[in-house]
């Protein structure tokens, strides 16, 4: 391809030259000796080559986050929110770079990262400017009759977070802008799959007035620098964003120095459809549903349960729609459906498939990817798998209770509502689910007893600033995004003052002496 007339840093974005890391409000070199190619899986094009962080670069983020840190957290919750709004009017001068380089190094289309990622990426920074303003507690009181009590609700201090590759950008948002409206510094490692537009989000929060230090980010590997930053004795709480194994291992380390943890873990969200559903939106729904970001979404509808008057015409109905997705280069306006992340992940995905197929399945849409895309590109050079529907499985099957994380949606008939409800709560996840039906009953009882951090009705997906996202079971625990994710960023410290100037205390008898 040619890369002169395609380069997604050519029109402004920022090339990262100068090195990966983003320390105390500049780009930095690192000092390790290690290298990691940030590669384009559209057809697999080296777009920036990274020295990674070393432990000692760890170190010197750590320190610039600490020393950043009383001058952030002492400063006015107004000047931490105009400092957030003028962020959020900087990436909105700068969406369209952000959206051609979060397109590049994930594949992802660029319809979405224009029209999804980036200004949902502007909406939260200009929510967090405005919730920093509101931190809420109890009312102040005398609820001893000798004393006055109050809260206060602080920032921790050094927050160490790390982020996945699905949604880069999104991600680095959904951990810094929490933390530092709250008054805590970060350091940030994003994946080392897709490090750049969070890099190109601490240079906006440099440009945008946040002083040096408050948001650092460190390009590294998980296993170790990952490793080094979760451990490290002066980051006081981790947010970790990714798969539930790492997550558990990232807890272990945290816990090693009590510090406060965050985990936002694996999906596997059900997606149930009543009888009394309106067919055509459960079958639209399903597919954008199941398709958004490649499938490489934790929210993503990965298991259908369809009862079963209605299950044929789903099965079909999906399939049909299925086959009209364009699959094509993500930065052609009409794809649908990009590549996925990398080539090792396309066969994890695909390996899912075959071993369904080899165990019985009806795969009744996709599993074989097709050569031309819809723009004429070679889909046999980049990283694509089509959209896949797998049927007649059963509910142990892996497919059902495995995290894919691709374009693949398993679908299972069930009979009544309890068994719906069962099938739905029966996996070790409990990040999201869906429930279609036009009864209010239903959907009441849907919600209720669906364990997920989050349940839609009627629809699947839509996220917004104001209301939290974060799971249940192994999904985690901790809420990302609305007032609940910037409480958790604070730790409450009750304050009681004496009010009486008594200085024998009538209580002090129950220690010592008499009335
Ligand atoms: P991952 O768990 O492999 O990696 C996530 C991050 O952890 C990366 O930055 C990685 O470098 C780092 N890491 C890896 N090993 C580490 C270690 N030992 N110590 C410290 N850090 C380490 O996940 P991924 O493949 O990047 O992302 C996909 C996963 O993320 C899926 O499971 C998906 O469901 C999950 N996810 C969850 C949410 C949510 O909100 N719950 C959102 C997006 C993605």
Redesign the pocket.
């Known amino acids: 391809m040619d890369r002169t007339t395609d380069d997604p840093f050519a029109e402004g974005g920022i090339r990262f030259a100068d090195g990966a890391q983003f320390i105390a409000g500049r780009v930095a070199e690192s000092t390790g000796d290690q290298h990691a190619d940030v590669i384009d899986p559209s057809d697999g094009s080296v777009l920036q080559r990274v020295r990674l962080a070393s432990a000692a670069d760890v170190d010197r983020a750590v320190a610039a986050a600490r020393a950043a840190f009383p001058g952030w957290s002492s400063a006015t919750p107004g000047a931490r929110s105009e400092a957030l709004n003028r962020l959020a009017t900087l990436l909105a001068e700068r969406a369209a770079d952000f959206a051609r380089v979060e397109t590049a190094q994930t594949g992802k289309p660029l319809k979405l990262s224009s029209e999804f990622d980036v200004p949902g990426t502007v909406d939260n920074t200009a929510f967090f400017a405005g919730a920093a303003r509101n931190l809420e507690g109890r009312a102040a009181g005398e609820y001893s009759g000798d004393h006055t009590s109050y809260i206060r609700r602080e920032a921790l201090g050094v927050v160490g977070s790390?982020?996945?590759?699905?949604?880069p950008l999104q991600?680095a948002a959904?951990k810094i802008l929490p933390a530092v409206a709250a008054g805590n510094t970060v350091v940030l490692?994003?994946?080392?799959?897709t490090p750049l537009t969070a890099l190109m989000f601490a240079q906006a929060c440099t440009d945008a007035g946040l002083p040096d230090g408050v948001v650092n980010v460190v390009t590294?590997?998980?296993?170790t620098a990952?490793?080094h930053?979760?451990s490290h004795p002066d980051v006081a709480m981790v947010s970790?964003?990714?798969?539930?194994?790492?997550?558990r291992?990232?807890a272990e380390?945290a816990t090693r120095t009590v510090k406060r943890t965050h985990l936002?873990?694996?999906?596997k969200a059900p997606f149930v459809v009543f009888d009394d559903a309106d067919l055509e939106a459960a079958v639209h729904g399903a597919v954008a549903a199941s398709l958004i970001n490649g499938g490489?979404?934790?929210?993503a509808a990965t298991r259908a349960y369809v009862q079963r008057p209605l299950y044929e015409a789903f099965v079909e109905g999906v399939a049909e729609l299925y086959g009209t997705v364009r699959l094509g280069d993500p930065r052609h306006p009409q794809t649908d459906l990009g590549p996925l992340?990398s080539f090792a992940?396309r066969d994890r995905v695909a390996g899912f498939v075959e071993r369904a197929r080899a165990a019985g399945a009806v795969i009744a849409a996709g599993g074989r990817t097709p050569e031309k895309g819809h723009d004429g590109t070679d889909l046999t050079l980049g990283a694509y798998y089509p959209p896949t529907l797998v049927a007649g499985v059963p509910q142990t099957a892996e497919v059902v209770q495995s995290?894919i994380?691709g374009p693949v949606l398993a679908v299972l008939p069930f009979d009544g509502d309890d068994e719906g409800i069962r099938l739905a709560n029966d996996t070790p996840y409990g990040?999201a689910a869906s429930a279609w039906t036009r009864d209010v009953h239903r959907s009441l009882r849907a919600t209720r007893e669906i364990a997920a951090g989050c349940v839609w009705v009627n629809d699947h997906i839509p996220i917004i600033s104001e209301m939290p996202?974060?799971?249940y079971k192994a999904?985690?625990y901790g809420k990302?995004m609305s007032q609940y994710s910037l409480d958790e960023y604070t730790q409450v410290k009750h304050v009681m003052y004496d009010t009486t100037a008594v200085a024998r205390k009538d209580w002090h008898r129950t220690v010592f002496g008499d009335r």
């Open positions: 790390v982020a996945p590759w699905n949604y991600m959904w490692k994003p994946s080392e799959l590294a590997d998980g296993r990952g490793e930053l979760v970790f964003t990714g798969s539930t194994p790492v997550g291992r990232v380390l936002e873990l694996g999906g490489q979404d934790c929210t992340i992940h995290e994380f990040l996202h974060g799971g999904s985690g990302d």
